[in-house]
């Protein structure tokens, strides 16, 4: 009998220790921090400097563990446009990621600040990087292949912040040694979300006139036939980010002034003083687009209700709610500007690791 209470005590010991291995298993499970969001970038980085405002910006979410930056691929078709880019890339500590380039003939002047890339002291380059010119860059399409098809399915966030070119061309592409996938296929099998700067989803009030009037966002016009097509064909859920929305929230130069002194040369501060002569407080477009898809439950924006965009042949946007909708846009509540644009500044100015 004795030797029979003490199998049940055994018994009852296991089923103990079992059940805390259990438990303690799903907790450090359930506690264990995310995973960085894969990211990829497309950008016409040299036509407004909210372009770089946005890239640093994504430097301070990848030290904070929050995304990883695969590639950038670049819709501004000036070969400087990619020096620049590697620029920073460099400045931040990671040369390496991956830059390509498109060849469309769309906005091909050098643009105000990326000759930084070719600005030397004493003879040194102030910005130090390997990739002299767009020339030699890969070109975008196959770089949006090559990282795609290598990322897990259904994890990539890509952010476009520039014109509809390489993602139209992307979703256009053909199977190929890459992978046997369509660029339809291949996005819609690895890409999560698309977060794009383009459109307008209010009327704008004409300064001069006080009338409403609606807006060919600039994005989509200087590609209109790409911005076209991706609306029509684009196989994930988008946010889209419109021109309101940058313009409710303009960075404040006095950041410019006073947060980014722990570098005697900084990118993004010269970025911003060349574009247009200072002090202006920029729209942060671009960096909106960032911010929500690596921090959507911040409570910074709001969503639309879901729905379809499409774009006509005038490059306005148009929005119809559908519950099945494939499409949102973000609005800005008033009552999180405050913090938002605290945000936005914040990790804009954090210093490279």
Not at 130 to 148: F, H, K, N, P
Not at 226 to 245: F, H, V
Request: charged share 20%; aromatic share 8%; hydrophobic share 40%.
């Amino acid at each position: 009998m004795l030797e029979g209470f003490r199998n049940v005590k055994l018994i009852a010991r296991y089923v103990l220790t079992c059940a805390f291995v259990t438990l303690f298993m799903s907790t450090a499970i359930a506690q264990s921090p995310p995973q960085p969001i894969p990211l990829i970038f497309d950008t016409d980085i040299g036509n407004d400097c909210d372009d770089v405002l946005a890239l640093g910006m994504i430097h301070a979410l990848q030290s904070r563990g929050e995304c990883e930056l695969l590639a950038v691929t670049i819709t501004k078709d000036n070969p400087l446009a990619a020096a620049f880019t590697d620029c920073v890339n460099t400045f931040y500590g990671r040369p390496d990621i991956p830059i390509g380039v498109c060849h469309s003939g769309v906005t091909p002047e050098p643009g105000s600040f990326n000759g930084l890339a070719d600005t030397t002291d004493e003879g040194k380059l102030r910005y130090p990087h390997d990739l002299l010119s767009g020339e030699t860059a890969v070109d975008a399409v196959t770089l949006l292949r090559t990282t795609l098809a290598g990322a897990e399915d259904h994890s990539v966030v890509i952010c476009q912040v520039g014109f509809f070119t390489n993602l139209a061309n992307l979703i256009d592409s053909p199977g190929d040694d890459i992978s046997p996938l369509s660029g339809a296929d291949l996005v819609k099998r690895k890409v999560r979300l698309l977060s794009v700067m383009a459109g307008s989803f209010v009327d704008n009030v004409d300064p001069a006139t006080g009338q409403r009037k609606r807006l060919g966002e600039y994005n989509v016009i200087k590609d209109l036939a790409a911005a076209r097509r991706l609306a029509n064909r684009w196989p994930t859920p988008i946010i889209w980010s419109g021109y309101e929305i940058g313009i409710a929230l303009r960075y404040p130069y006095r950041s410019i002034v006073n947060d980014y002194n722990y570098a005697a040369h900084h990118p993004l501060v010269e970025s911003y003083n060349r574009f247009t002569k200072p002090p202006h407080h920029r729209p942060t477009w671009d960096l909106t687009t960032v911010l929500y898809p690596v921090r959507p439950d911040r409570g910074y924006f709001e969503l639309s209700p879901a729905g379809d965009v499409t774009i006509d042949e005038n490059g306005y946007t148009n929005f119809v709610a559908s519950p099945k909708g494939r499409d949102h846009y973000l609005i800005a509540p008033d009552a999180q500007k405050e913090r938002t644009l605290e945000a936005l500044t914040l990790l804009s100015s954090q210093p490279p690791e």
